[in-house]
């Protein structure tokens, strides 16, 4: 007796998430093969897509850049780095105003690595000159970790400000843009950052499976030795490309093919420029469908970013989180909870492959959830769509 397989539905449903992300059928149609990862083809395929990624954050080859893919999501990079780039003696100064930012603190204590977390209130940004001091009043500190577009909220840190200070007392900048590289450009050089981490399945589009670390050749190669780690080992990944153009261990074959496809798409889009450009138009019609619905975003204007977006709970106290959902993933549309942690918020992401149309299905969506939760909202005029 086999078991029968479920039929598939027709179409998957939307993800408004952090991620994973919807992608598109085509790049979901590059994994239908078995790739051989000691074959020249793919080699060459991985030599390819890790040009690419310098060409996206406008890095010359050979101008002492470099691209390390690391297998595993977006965390396995960040802690690739994070276990790697610190010398034994060395201490960290995490800013934290978000999961994410405090997941990197979580992984210097579970590596052991003396660290300083300076924590912020989750809606505003790391104030730089809190930054300044915590790095003036301990010299020991050599590297500071911070992450961009902190996706528990959705708010923006301002790289350039924070990697001035950073810069300043000479120290090593680690970012974590994993939510950001792709859709909001990046000047690595002028924000001196010397690590930045993104993944595949966010803004380019790829599905699940690896990560990457774009790194100032300089930084890497003297972290020799430093890795707490052997798979997550940085320099030694960057080795194992140099020294035969492969990943020291099984290869993402599968989620690297669809990468390959997905920055072709990604190109033919118009470049991170026009990518940008469709999350904003999705982030600005969700923003003022809500509003006109009366909810309320969590965040200022003025931090907000176009990537994902926190709103308060409405004041009706027929509404119930759990219920909201659940139809709203019945009618194929995947919203995601909040991860605030004094708050009740529910997250809304507009990246991934979604279109101002898939925002419009949403909004009429969420109106009909809330009849039928028994809160109902103004009818959306077309002047809100
Ligand atoms: C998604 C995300 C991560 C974690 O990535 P995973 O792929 O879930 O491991 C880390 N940092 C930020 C800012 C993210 O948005």
């Known amino acids: 007796m086999t078991t029968p397989i479920p039929p598939a539905p027709a179409r998957d449903k939307l993800l408004f998430t952090p991620g994973p992300l919807t992608t598109s059928l085509s790049v979901k149609q590059a994994m239908l093969h078995d790739a051989g990862s000691w074959h020249f083809e ?11 990624i310098l060409a996206l954050a406008e890095l010359p080859a050979g101008g002492g850049w470099e691209t390390v893919l690391m297998q595993g999501s977006g965390t396995f990079g960040v802690e690739s780095v994070i276990g790697s780039v610190i010398p034994p003696a060395g201490k960290l100064l995490v800013l934290i105003n978000g999961a994410y930012g405090e997941r990197i603190a979580q992984m210097a204590g579970a590596l052991k690595i003396p660290h300083v977390a300076l924590r912020f209130p989750e809606h505003e940004p790391p104030s730089i000159p809190a930054v300044s001091q915590a790095l003036a009043a301990d010299p020991s500190i050599r590297h500071v970790a911070a992450v961009h577009c902190e996706t528990t909220t959705g708010i923006l840190n301002p790289l350039a400000g924070i990697g001035r200070e950073v810069k300043r007392h000479g120290c090593v900048f680690i970012v974590d843009a994993i939510s950001s590289f792709g859709a909001i450009p990046i000047d690595l050089e002028s924000a001196g ?12 589009e790829g599905v699940p499976g690896f990560s990457f670390i774009i790194a100032r050749r300089e930084r890497l190669l003297e972290t020799e030795g430093w890795a707490r780690s052997l798979s997550l080992d940085l320099l030694g990944q960057w080795q194992g490309f140099q020294k035969n153009g492969q990943f020291r261990y099984t290869p993402p074959t599968h989620s690297l093919l669809a990468f390959a496809q997905a920055l072709a798409e990604l190109n033919q889009e118009g470049g991170i420029p026009a990518r940008g450009e469709r999350y904003r138009a999705n982030h600005s019609l969700l923003l003022n ?19 994902i977006t926190a709103f308060h709970f409405p004041a009706q106290p027929a509404f119930r989180f759990p219920e909201f959902y659940r139809l709203l993933s019945e009618a194929g549309l995947i919203i995601y909870p909040g991860k605030l942690t004094q708050v009740d918020t529910f997250r809304i992401g507009t990246i991934g492959r979604l279109f101002p149309a898939d925002i419009r299905q949403l909004l009429m969506a969420i109106r009909e959830t809330l009849g039928e939760l028994g809160c109902p909202a103004p009818v959306l005029s077309p002047a809100a769509l």
């Open 42 to 52: 793919f080699s060459q395929l991985i030599r390819t897509l890790r040009e690419q």
């Open 289 to 307: 469908g809500m509003r006109a619905m009366g909810f309320h975003p969590f965040l200022s204007p003025e931090w907000q970013s176009f990537i």
């Open 193 to 204: 950052i010397d690590f930045l981490v993104s993944s595949a399945n966010k803004c380019l």
